[in-house]
């Protein structure tokens, strides 16, 4: 039993693309909660996507639900424990939601864009993550290069920064790709729309990663 909670305080960094990817990964592999703890209820919007597609029929599928603020944590606890393993899409920014989800998860992934500006909003994100882990000491923290522009150098930038800055960075990134869009819009992931094999592989790495 195993709860990913995927967050930052920055928004449009892809907590919820990289959420409903791991969902959907995790479903394969047994039953899966997927706790959107966004207002803007991102991952409850592709999973009614994901119900009207009829390409979708028959996909393994995280049981979606939205929780706001305390509930996450409070009614998460007794949730998760009916799952192989649980997805938590916190909000883009400080509030309630993204503590309670650190306060729920054994492994919180942020994801972050390459570039100075997503550095510096950082630096928020990293004391209420200090916090989290005086309640949640076994609390794991991995930063996912996410979005990158695979033509720049900008990931290696962000890599170097991250280790002068003591956080462990997967080795596996998300690169900026079309297909991730057109994917959850039609409530798919990139594996199931089958359309861009290095964004598969890409993933395919974050999942082994993550879950190993
Ligand atoms: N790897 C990617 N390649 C291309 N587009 C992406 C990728 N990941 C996310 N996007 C797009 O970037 C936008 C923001 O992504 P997403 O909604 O997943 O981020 P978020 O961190 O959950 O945002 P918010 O803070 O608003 O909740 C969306 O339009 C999404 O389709
Ligand atoms: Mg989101």
Known sequence: MTTYAVVNT??????????????????TKGPTLLIDGDPQESAATWAAWRRDCKEAEGLPMPVTICLRGKAIYDEGKHLVTNYKNTVVDAGGRDAPGLRNALLLADVAIIPVGASDLDAAAMTDLLEVVDIAKDYNPNLVVKVLLARVDPRTKDAKDMLKWLKENN??????????????????GEGRTVEELAKDPQAIAEMKAFYEEITQ
Request: some cysteine; hydrophobic content about 40%; glycine content about 8%.
């Open 10 to 27: 920055k928004g449009g960094v892809g907590k919820s693309t990289n959420s409903i990817h791991l969902a959907c990964h995790l479903a």
């Open 167 to 184: 956080l462990s960075a997967l080795s596996a990134r998300v690169c900026e790709r079309v297909v991730f869009r057109r994917s959850i």
